[in-house]
Structure formats: structure tokens, C-alpha cells
């Protein structure tokens, strides 16, 4: 009983310790869109059919399909209409690593990370590589 008590407890403090690496709360809504708010500091409140956040965002109620914690910012992988052609790819800091023939082609050569993809005619996105 005292060794079930104890493996219980272990779970629980490992849970909790896990729990807290989440950075953002996410909220996808009915359409698809979804809204990344950082945890730190948050503070939720309704106000009649709305959903508001400390700083402001209001997300209505009818509209939330779910919500979750995420390590991320929601930053999602290039709708291939968002840049056409060559891309070349860079890291946060600036640096070049590759010009890749679409962006399809950068997201499965590339090593996992943040990255911001620039194509022919000037158009610039962020993605993550999981």
C-alpha cells in the first residue's frame, strides 16, 4: 500500500513538473483558425458570450471548437499558396541555409526547426520543421 502511495506521488510531481513546460494556451475556433495566447501572466474572464484575455483578445464562445497548451505558438508548416516557386530559407538569425525548389521541398530537406522561407517574388513566411 505505502509503495503504491508512493509511485501515486512520483506521477503526480512529474505530471505537474511537465505540465508547466507548455509556453501558450491555444484556441482553435469553429472555421479552423486558432489564436496562441502565452501562459505566463494569463488570465481568462467571460464576458456575456466571449472568452477575453488579459490582454484583450476576445474569442466568442459559439465560435471555440477547443483549446489546449502547445510549447509552440501555433506556428503551422506553408500553405503552398503563401510562397511559389524557388525558395530560399533562413534561420531567425538571418542566416542562409539553402534555396530549395518550392517550399514543400524546403519543409521535408530541412532539419527540424524555426525557419523563415523567402520566394522569387519577395513573399516571406515563417514555418516550423517538426
Known amino acids: 500500500m505505502k509503495r503504491s502511495l ?8 512529474i505530471m505537474t513538473c ?27 474572464t467571460f464576458s456575456g458570450n466571449n472568452l477575453v484575455s488579459n490582454d484583450g483578445t476576445t ?13 509552440t505558438s501555433g506556428i503551422t508548416p506553408i500553405p503552398t499558396i503563401l510562397v511559389e516557386g524557388t525558395v530560399s ?6 542566416s542562409h541555409v539553402g534555396q530549395f525548389g518550392d517550399a514543400q521541398e524546403a519543409i521535408r530537406r530541412l ?3 524555426l525557419y523563415i522561407l523567402k ?10 520543421v517538426r
Open 6 to 13: 508512493l509511485v501515486a506521488f512520483f506521477l503526480v510531481i
Open 18 to 44: 511537465k505540465a508547466q513546460n507548455f509556453e501558450y494556451l491555444t484556441f482553435e475556433q469553429a472555421d479552423g483558425t486558432s489564436v496562441s495566447l502565452p501562459v505566463s501572466g494569463l488570465v481568462l
Open 59 to 71: 474569442i466568442p464562445l459559439s465560435s471555440l471548437s477547443k483549446m489546449f497548451f502547445t510549447e
Open 89 to 94: 530559407a533562413y534561420t531567425p538569425a538571418g
Open 111 to 113: 532539419p527540424k526547426g
Open 119 to 128: 520566394d522569387h517574388s519577395g513573399k516571406v513566411v515563417k514555418t516550423l
